[in-house]
Structures are given as C-alpha cells and as structure tokens.
DNA sequence: CCCTTGACTATCT
DNA sequence: GAGATAGCCAAGG
C-alpha cells in the first residue's frame, strides 16, 4: 500500500470523525477541509477503507441529497442514522440545523422548499 | 500507457 | 428544478 494514499486516508477520516452530532458536511467540503481540493471522489473510497467507526453518513452530496441510490439499502441506512440525530429531509434533502447562529427556525421550516 | 469507474461538483439548458 | 455536460483525480484492468 502506498505511503501517500495512507495519508489522505488519515485526513479524511479526521475530517469526518470532526463533524459535530446532527451536522452534515458535502464531500467536497471535506476534502477542502482535509487539504486535498478537488477530491471529493476520493473521499468516499477514503471512508469505505476505515476499518473503525466513523461517522461517514454525516456526508452528503453539495446539493444537500444523499449520494446512494434512491430506495437502495444504502440509502435507507443512511437517512436512517441522519434522521435518529434530529436531521430533517425535506423534498429529499437534509435540512440545515445551524442551529448555532440560524436562529431562523420558522423560516427554515415555513419558507420556500425551492 | 490507454481506458473505464466512481458514496462528486459546477455550470448550462 | 431536472437532465446533460464537462471537469475532476486516484485506482484498477
């Protein structure tokens, strides 16, 4: 096994171990955020070779849809785990729960859906 | 080497 | 907003 991929394994299961309960990061985000731009493909081969436990379904897609197939096994498992942590979906995306500074509650539920 | 594959993304219709 | 399209980049055949 290579030196460096090991690396970028060890960023990104960093990255991930970091996202905060009830959060959600796009994989692009993550690689970004691990030091590698651009590889946000590389990211969920990263996750599928931890061998521990990593919170890897607090990835999503940059359009906020989970990145299994619809009605795949996969897909249910994750939104699953997602859902058991007080993340919503609407219209089959993750609801944003900023609940930090986004003080907007009544308008993240109330607002347009898009 | 060349070509294909993806748990991706940004952009344009 | 849904589909198509073109970048992206490491792995594996």
Same mark, same amino acid.
Not at 39 to 53: L, P, Y
């Given at each position: 096994m290579s030196e460096s991929r090991f690396k970028f394994d060890k960023a990104?299961? *960093?990255t991930v171990s970091?996202?905060?309960?009830?959060?959600?990061m796009s994989y692009g985000q993550?690689? @970004?955020l691990a030091g590698y731009p651009r590889?946000?493909?590389?990211?969920? *081969?990263?996750?599928? @070779?931890?061998?521990?436990?990593l919170p890897w379904y607090r990835?999503? *897609?940059s359009d @906020?849809?989970?990145a299994f197939e619809v009605g795949s096994e996969a897909y249910s498992?994750?939104?699953e785990l997602l859902e058991k942590e007080g993340v919503?979906?609407?219209a089959g995306k993750v609801v944003p729960l900023d609940v930090d500074e986004a003080v907007d509650l009544d308008k993240l539920l109330w607002g347009p859906l898009e």
């Open positions: 990104i299961w *960093k970091g996202i905060k309960h009830g959060r959600v993550v690689a @970004r590889h946000a493909r590389m990211v969920s *081969k990263a996750m599928s @070779r931890s061998t521990g436990s990835v999503v *897609k @906020r849809t989970l498992k994750q939104k919503r979906f609407i």
